[in-house]
């Protein structure tokens, strides 16, 4: 009974980490940009919403109505003083500048909102902490709950819109090449721009469950970014429901882990992580091994 | 082995400073001598004297003070500045030591919670400013590194707020034998104090006394395990421990499950505050917490914004306290008492009171203390043996090194104390203390209310 506990837990903790990496997943498919401040990013829409509910005593769903387009405002700022000019330097640029902006946002976080440790968990009320008791051992908490059906219409309106609007069509289609899109009239620095500015709107969705959830200080980007990383790579780089499958193995593994040993929480997560890397770079040497002869032959 | 790695550090050292060429030969001079042992002992004395001629104006006394100021430790170094902004302004007209009067330079560095830094910061303070002494606060992040390199380069150096046992015996010294360190000093509480506050308190709330612990693996976790829970078990308590996790887990539901199946009524938990947070909201979640009578936090919760992060899960959580401002004592520099450094705290920052701010002010205390009672604070070697019998009472209260558990280590008070929601006043919390066992001093005025 408490096996199948962790394993709903982890089903539910993974909905957090699909919706903590989609932003992330998202931007790498689209403009192949490992973006670093990612989890810097998502604490400043945090402390955004904090600073609203502060000031209005509103409740922080509502403060999201103002918190999400102002950060989908700085995703098109971002692209145009950051992401674009440092994609034309070539791939490796945008790391080192996006890690950049990370440590300037983090130190900047500090410098205005100090050191201590918030959370907006206070601001939702009972949300908090209510939960479902199903059994005396099983109870789902109605915030993880929340945060798992929020990844998936996030990811399902994603989907969405890539499949059945113009946008998407163009998104993708700059995704798939940039240069040749150029050419038959789209402005792929645009298109990057639009991205961007969604990619930023699936950040400050997850920094505000984020601070629902846990607490937060303007450090706590770097492990977010970890795990949002990891959730990526398990569930298959710039694949969108991928993310969600990735979040839901990564949580499931670290939830197991738990149960066979308390270390095991974050080992078990790791290690899923680099068997998934192992797996898939192996399995591309494989793939690219097969591919010699035929050419040797050819 | 050793003396040849003493060496190479002496010139290391020595090398990018601007001092005149004598200044460099001497310390040099100095730190060759301490490697070659007790055959050396007059030639280094001699060349103390000269180290001693060079090190700045003669009439200025430097001190270093290293803390963490940002990083995530920051909120340890929150009320630093305002401490530090009262003792200048104190010694702003000179310290009168010995007949003669000395201008009072207070060099303050953060180490930005990182302990390579913090031994960076404290070399640098050597070497390049040529301080008189170094103190440093908070964690053993700060303390130990700091200590390391003061004692390296055989500096007069105090610390507190890190247990004296990561202090002392994480530093390489070992039970039963004579102190390693001639230069370094620390006053702190360590685990027995913690014993002491909880067994004191916990009386006045009636549970079954078993106790759920939820401890890191980490350095502190560790240290509480090993030490703490045996001392606890020792007075009648049961302990359920489902064993050491890693900082930064996400997710609880194990360990929290066993502590439900286990019908703990005390919840005892040394983690990083994020965790806290965390793993508290879970436990509210899946019903841990309706079962909790007393949930004692440490490690967290020393700060009002760490348990306003709780919201109204952080109401009657119960965490010991370093200092507390109805501490009675008054700073032998500002004169401030305990309520009078809080209030002014409260009106120049604007934020609530926090304990750090006593245990900085404490210090300065304990420093400055040291460096009157030696008569002659430009004599390094004078000075630490001042250290080393220093007895004042200061904003934490007494602190005497003549009575310490091992030699380079003086105990300060720790008392336990719950947060509760303020009824009135600008602030969300207040807390109160309930327990006085290490302190009797300090008057109580609050009883251990069960959590829930």
């Known amino acids: 009974m408490n096996f199948l506990n962790q394993i709903i837990q982890g089903v539910l903790l993974g909905g957090f980490y699909a919706l903590l990496a989609c932003g992330l997943s998202f931007m790498f498919g689209v403009m192949r940009i490992i973006n670093l401040a990612h989890g810097s990013l998502a604490i400043l829409a945090a402390f955004l919403l904090m600073g609203f509910c502060n000031y209005t005593n509103l409740s922080p769903f509502i403060g999201l109505l103002l918190v999400l387009p102002v950060m989908a405002l700085l995703g098109w700022a971002l692209q145009f003083t950051v992401l674009d000019r440092s994609l034309r330097a070539g791939p490796l640029i945008p790391v080192l500048s996006t890690f950049g902006v990370a440590v300037i946002l983090d130190n900047s976080m500090f410098e205005v909102y100090g050191a201590n440790s918030q959370s907006l968990g206070p601001n939702i009320g009972n949300l908090a902490y209510n939960?479902?008791?199903?059994?005396?051992?099983?109870?789902?908490a109605q915030l993880d709950a929340l945060v798992f059906v929020t990844a998936v219409v996030v990811l399902g309106g994603l989907q969405i819109i890539l499949r059945y609007t113009a946008l998407g069509r163009t998104i993708?289609?700059?995704?798939?090449?940039?240069?040749?899109?150029?050419?038959?009239?789209?402005?792929?620095?645009?298109?990057?721009?639009?991205?961007?500015?969604?990619?930023m709107v699936m950040i400050g969705l997850a920094g505000a469950f984020l601070a629902m959830r846990n607490s937060f200080d303007p450090y706590a980007g770097g492990p977010q970014l970890i795990f949002a990383f990891e959730t990526i790579v398990i569930g298959g780089l710039g694949s969108l429901w991928g993310t969600l499958v990735g979040g839901i193995v990564l949580g499931v593994a670290q939830n197991i882990g738990a149960t066979i040993s308390p270390h095991g929480f974050l080992i078990a997560g790791?290690?899923?992580?680099?068997?998934?890397?192992?797996?898939?770079?192996?399995?591309?040497?494989?793939?690219?091994?097969?591919?010699?002869?035929?050419?040797?032959?050819? | 082995m050793k003396k040849n790695k003493v060496f190479l550090e002496s010139i290391k050292n020595s090398?990018?400073?601007?001092?005149?060429?004598?200044?460099?030969?001497?310390?040099?001079?100095?730190?060759?001598?301490?490697?070659?042992?007790?055959?050396?002992?007059?030639l280094s004395r001699s060349a103390y004297g000269q180290t001693m001629a060079a090190a700045g104006p003669a009439n200025t006394l430097k001190i270093g003070f290293v803390s963490p100021r940002s990083g995530p430790l920051a909120g340890f170094g929150e009320a630093d500045p305002f401490v530090l902004g009262l003792a200048r302004q104190k010694f702003a007209s000179g310290l009168m030591i010995g007949g003669k009067t000395y201008t009072v330079e207070i060099i303050d560095r953060d180490t930005q919670s990182d302990p390579a830094r913090a031994s960076q910061l404290t070399k640098d303070l050597i070497n390049n400013d040529n301080v008189d002494m170094v103190l440093a606060t908070s964690t053993p992040e700060v303390t130990n590194p700091a200590a390391d390199a003061a004692e390296a380069a055989g500096m007069p150096f105090l610390s507190t707020?890190?247990?004296?046992?990561?202090?002392?015996?994480?530093?390489?010294?070992?039970?039963?034998?004579?102190?390693?360190?001639k230069w370094t000093y620390h006053f702190s509480f360590g685990v027995a104090q913690f014993a002491t506050s909880y067994l004191a308190s916990w009386d006045t709330v009636p549970t079954n006394k078993k106790?759920?612990?939820?401890?890191?693996?980490?350095?502190?976790?560790?240290a509480i395990r090993a030490h703490l829970f045996p001392l606890l078990a020792n007075a009648g308590y049961t302990i359920v421990d489902p064993g050491p996790y890693e900082d930064g887990t996400t997710d609880y539901a194990d360990q929290i499950a066993q502590f439900k199946s286990a019908g703990v009524q005390i919840f005892n938990t040394f983690p990083i505050p994020p965790d806290f947070t965390t793993f508290w909201r879970q436990a509210a979640q899946h019903g841990l917490t309706r079962q909790i009578r007393i949930a004692e936090i440490a490690k967290t919760g020393l700060f009002p914004s760490q348990v306003?992060?709780?919201?109204?899960?952080?109401?009657?959580?119960?965490?010991?306290?370093?200092?507390?401002?109805?501490?009675?004592?008054?700073?032998?520099?500002?004169?401030?008492?305990?309520?009078?450094?809080?209030?002014?705290?409260?009106?120049?920052?604007?934020?609530?009171?926090?304990?750090?701010?006593?245990?900085?002010?404490?210090?300065?205390?304990?420093?400055?203390?040291?460096?009157?009672?030696?008569?002659?604070?430009?004599?390094?070697a004078g000075l630490a043996k001042t250290l080393s019998t220093l007895k004042v009472v200061t904003t934490c209260g007494l602190i005497d090194f003549t009575t310490g558990p091992v030699p380079n280590v003086a105990i300060s008070p720790l008392l336990n104390g719950q947060w509760l929601k303020a009824h009135s006043g600008p602030y969300k919390l207040s807390y109160v203390l309930v327990d006085n066992a290490e302190d009797h001093n300090v008057p109580v005025t609050h009883k251990l209310l069960p959590y829930h």
């Open chain 1, 131 to 140: 939960s479902w008791n199903l059994t005396n051992t099983i109870s789902i």
């Open chain 1, 172 to 199: 993708r289609a700059t995704a798939s090449d940039p240069a040749v899109v150029d050419l038959i009239g789209v402005n792929a620095r645009m298109v990057y721009a639009a991205a961007a500015a969604m990619a």
């Open chain 1, 270 to 298: 790791h290690l899923t992580f680099l068997v998934v890397l192992v797996a898939r770079t192996f399995g591309g040497r494989i793939a690219w091994r097969a591919l010699l002869p035929k050419r040797a032959a050819s």
């Open chain 2, 15 to 42: 090398a990018p400073k601007n001092s005149t060429p004598q200044a460099g030969v001497s310390r040099r001079g100095v730190l060759g001598a301490a490697g070659a042992g007790v055959a050396a002992s007059a």
């Open chain 2, 161 to 181: 707020v890190c247990p004296w046992e990561s202090w002392y015996f994480g530093r390489g010294a070992k039970p039963g034998q004579p102190s390693p360190f």
């Open chain 2, 211 to 222: 106790i759920g612990v939820l401890s890191p693996n980490d350095a502190d976790g560790q």
């Open chain 2, 308 to 380: 306003e992060a709780s919201g109204s899960l952080g109401y009657r959580l119960a965490a010991a306290a370093y200092w507390h401002k109805v501490f009675p004592y008054a700073s032998p520099i500002t004169g401030l008492d305990g309520m009078k450094l809080a209030n002014a705290y409260e009106t120049a920052s604007g934020k609530q009171w926090q304990q750090q701010l006593g245990m900085s002010m404490a210090l300065l205390d304990a420093g400055f203390a040291a460096l009157s009672q030696s008569g002659d604070p430009k004599n390094k």
